[in-house]
């Protein structure tokens, strides 16, 4: 059940977002997309390089002094820098966007610099809740949360057709969020586990993980500033609302296990970690599989209903991009396995690979979107194969067997949208 949580708790704030993405579609065009899509991957870009990092050793940080120090020093850093970096972006898409987009659409987007300093202020709650095991909490804090975001987010997209709604949506749900964590905290602190030997995290260590979460970031976006250098804000607008349907759950199931796996990976003799991975990778792989497929025929069957023409393209594409959602995963949880057994730095030749794959990706969007999407696949599978060599890990047969059968199911519904909406 601490999976579930884990994942649901991870899930709720994507799905969520890709629900107001679909409203912001169908109030909407391309090209606005496209314009908040930039924002988008600025604001993902400072979380890679700080949220992330940090979420990786705030489990036993946060039972020294040092590592509370270091939490401190984080908390100020990505408050302001992130602030301060989202502010300069919105100005330069307002001095720089078209003249038939509304003013306005932009300048809203302002509030988007709340967020880090939200995330920042919230990190060492969140890492005491994981400690203390209240994943079923920390589910429902994000439930209750992004039940106020959606509150506000809706009746806002509906009134001004604009980026005010997902705006809204990030804002109030981390608001509400952080708010809850940081009062929660402080009631569990006799719950916490202590760890015998707190690790702190040498400085070369971190930045390996930071240069790692970085990389990850670039190879998850680089297609996307590629489309947005030479195809425009409408192409990107396209590109990322099917990435932000195919994707969501993907994700989200990927930072959830990551934060269920962490503590255990932790907590256990270093030759029994590889043990850990296998037990959760075993059930929760193909059930990602499982729910990216179902979210994809989902997708091509409400979509039709709900948007315009303009949109239709997408829909051929969905299910393709779905296709990443298990070898995504589970080379997540690997890197996380080979980051808490102080081998961060071999990491670095996997990042190489896939950053130079995801230029293929870009180039082949502007082409066609649905062969970057197949070529978004082919990077995966050869990323996660080179994990798991360095890992030296093997996939178990039942792991592959039911994986398999998952990806059958994925790739006839990618062609029966291809043949309907190429």
């Not at 896939?354 to 696949?377: D, R, W, Y």
């Amino acid at each position: 059940m601490s999976a579930v949580w884990s994942i649901l708790e991870r899930s709720l704030p994507r799905v969520s977002a890709a629900v107001v993405m679909v409203l912001f579609a169908a109030v909407s065009t391309p090209q606005i997309v496209g314009i908040y899509s930039v924002l988008v991957i600025l604001t993902t870009g400072l979380q890679s390089a700080f949220e992330l990092p940090i979420r990786q050793y705030a489990v036993g940080l946060i039972e020294s002094r040092l590592g509370m120090r270091w939490l401190r020093r984080y908390q100020l850093t990505y408050a302001l820098i992130g602030a301060a970096a989202i502010l300069g972006m919105v100005l330069l898409l307002f001095r720089t966007s078209p003249a038939d987009v509304p003013p306005t659409q932009i300048l809203v987007m302002g509030l988007m610099a709340i967020v880090p300093v939200l995330n920042a202020a919230g990190t060492a709650a969140v890492a005491r809740l994981q400690m203390a095991n209240r994943w079923r909490f920390l589910a429902g804090i994000q439930l209750v949360a992004l039940a106020c975001g959606m509150a506000v987010a809706v009746p806002a997209l509906l009134w001004t057709h604009g980026s005010l709604g997902p705006v809204l949506l990030a804002v109030v749900s981390e608001a509400v969020t952080t708010v809850v964590v940081v009062f929660a905290a402080g009631r569990v602190a006799s719950q916490i586990r202590t760890l015998s030997d707190p690790f702190i995290p040498s400085r070369p260590e971190y930045l390996a993980v930071v240069v790692t979460s970085l990389s990850v970031w670039i190879q998850g976006n680089l297609d996307r500033l590629l489309i947005a250098a030479f195809a425009g804000a409408a192409a990107l607008g396209l590109y990322s609302f099917a990435w932000a349907v195919a994707r969501s759950f993907t994700d989200a199931s990927a930072a959830g296990l990551i934060n269920l796996l962490r503590p255990r990976l932790i907590t256990v003799a270093k030759d029994a970690r590889s043990g850990v991975l296998s037990a959760l990778a075993r059930p929760a792989i193909p059930l990602v599989g499982l729910a990216s497929l179902t979210i994809a025929i989902g997708a091509v069957i409400v979509i039709p209903l709900i948007l315009s023409a303009d949109w239709l393209p997408v829909l051929s594409v969905v299910p393709l991009i779905s296709l990443v959602a298990m070898p995504a995963v589970y080379e997540a949880l690997t890197q996380t396995y080979l980051i808490v057994d102080g081998r961060a730095k071999s990491l670095y030749v996997v990042r190489a690979v896939a950053i130079g794959l995801t230029i293929p990706v870009g180039l082949a969007a502007i082409v066609s979107l649905q062969l970057a999407a197949i070529v978004l696949f082919v990077r995966q599978i050869v990323t996660l194969v080179l994990t798991l060599r360095i890992a030296r890990l093997r996939p178990e047969a039942g792991l592959l067997l039911r994986s398999g059968v998952v990806l059958l199911l994925q790739l006839s519904l990618a062609l029966g949208a291809f043949l309907l909406y190429s």
